[in-house]
């Protein structure tokens, strides 16, 4: 036999990496108690960024509990799209009852030493309602109280398509999303299609939205067709129909209510996300999950910036008072930095940091700072105007 050299290329799932934190995102699930994977029964949350740390930790492909193999299915669709996602793993025992506090999320968030930017909540055998959606904005309201920002995309089941609620959304949702779609082919058919899935729990796409959204800067819009394709070759819905199968009619009113879902475009291959809604009303600033994170990576950045100048003195005028140019010009430039650094990056159009010299601050040792940011905007809409002319 001739002499040979055969060389086979492993992959050794090396971790990847990206700059800053945009990227870092947690994931939640609630489970029956029986069905908790022995590494998570008092470690409940932990970080997992490749499939096969998540493995290892017990969320197996082939696990006995439906819910552990969903959980495989969601962290390897999410890897997939983002190998480089640095990623924080919980799942909790399931609460008994129809109250739901999710004040878990603040437990992961505190793991992660609030450095998580969004998460995702899969309750996928769990009826949407106006009450979770409230809940989960006051915890991501209270954990921005605590300077630990993020959005919260939540999976819950969907019973039956056309009889989704559609008046949920409104004013103060900003930090929450819904998904409604899932996969209609692959894998997330099969689990579907399951027989120990008695109660047609909603598998969910939320994996790929996860992926998606930890992938995408934060001043960008995760529906952008030419970036952003969810792999996703047949979409379908919650309660398994199919998109090819709903009405256009139910599809614009179920967009109208800002749910997430997958979509497909003529002349373009595979399947993208109809738009990146929050559950806020349509017209607020913060409509979009894009919007949000520009303003959370904003706020952060200042907070860095101005925080160590807290307890230190300012000097004014001593003919008027007010304060000296040189101590407005110094704050000023300091809240400017973390501004500038997001304008180089394309993530602002502009921004500009004023503060009134005229501020009283002898007597209530406050200053205040007015900061206007100007957001980098997304064309949703495209129209043109085509026809015939004698010349051109």
């Known amino acids: 036999m001739a002499t040979s050299l055969n060389i086979q290329r492993q992959n050794g799932n090396v971790p990847k990496s990206l700059p800053g934190e945009d990227h870092i995102t947690g994931f939640v699930v609630y489970l029956p108690a029986a069905d908790i994977p022995a590494a998570f029964k008092t470690d409940h949350v932990q970080p997992l960024s490749t499939i096969d740390a998540a493995e290892a930790a017990g969320i197996k492909e082939d696990a006995a509990s439906w819910g552990v193999r969903v959980l495989h299915y969601q962290l390897s669709e999410l890897y997939r799209i983002n190998p480089a996602v640095s990623l924080y793993v919980a799942i909790f025992e399931k609460p008994q009852g129809e109250s739901q506090t ?25 009826t949407l309602s106006g009450d979770d959606l409230t809940a989960l904005q006051g915890v991501a309201d209270a954990l921005a109280g605590e300077e630990a920002e993020l959005s ?25 999303s819904v998904v409604i779609g899932q996969a209609g082919s692959g894998k997330g058919a099969e689990l ?5 899935n008695t109660g047609k729990a909603s598998v969910s796409g939320l994996g790929v939205v996860m992926g998606l959204l930890s992938s995408a800067k934060v001043h960008q819009c995760i529906a952008w067709i ?27 009113t179920l967009d109208t209510a800002r749910y997430l879902f997958f979509i497909t475009h003529t002349g373009q291959a ?8 929050t559950m806020d009303s349509a017209i607020s600033d913060y409509a979009a999950i ?29 003919s008027t008072g007010q304060l000296a140019s040189y101590t407005v010009a110094h704050l000023e430039t300091v809240a400017n930095q973390a501004l500038e650094a997001m304008e180089r990056a394309g993530e602002l159009s502009g921004y500009k940091v004023e503060i009134d010299p005229e501020q009283d601050v002898a007597s209530t040792s406050l200053v205040e700072f007015v900061i206007k940011n100007v957001a980098v905007p997304v064309m949703r809409h495209i129209r043109i105007k085509i026809g015939f002319a004698k010349s051109v």
């Open 102 to 126: 999710f004040a878990e999320l603040k437990t992961v968030q505190n793991f992660a030493a609030g450095r998580i930017r969004q998460i995702g909540v899969w309750c996928g055998d769990r």
């Open 152 to 176: 919260v995309v939540y999976a819950p089941k969907v019973g039956t398509l056309n009889t989704m609620p559609v008046n949920l959304a409104g004013e103060n949702k900003s930090r929450v």
């Open 192 to 196: 579907y299609d399951d027989k120990t």
């Open 226 to 252: 030419k970036e952003f394709p969810t792999g996703v070759s047949l979409p379908a819905f919650g309660d398994g129909t199919l998109l090819r199968d709903v009405d256009k009619a139910l599809l614009e």
């Open 270 to 277: 595979g399947s993208y996300m109809n738009d990146s809604h």
């Open 290 to 318: 894009e919007s949000v994170r520009t303003m959370d990576k904003a706020v952060r950045g200042i907070r860095t910036y101005v925080k160590p100048e807290l307890g230190g003195n300012v000097y004014v005028d001593a």
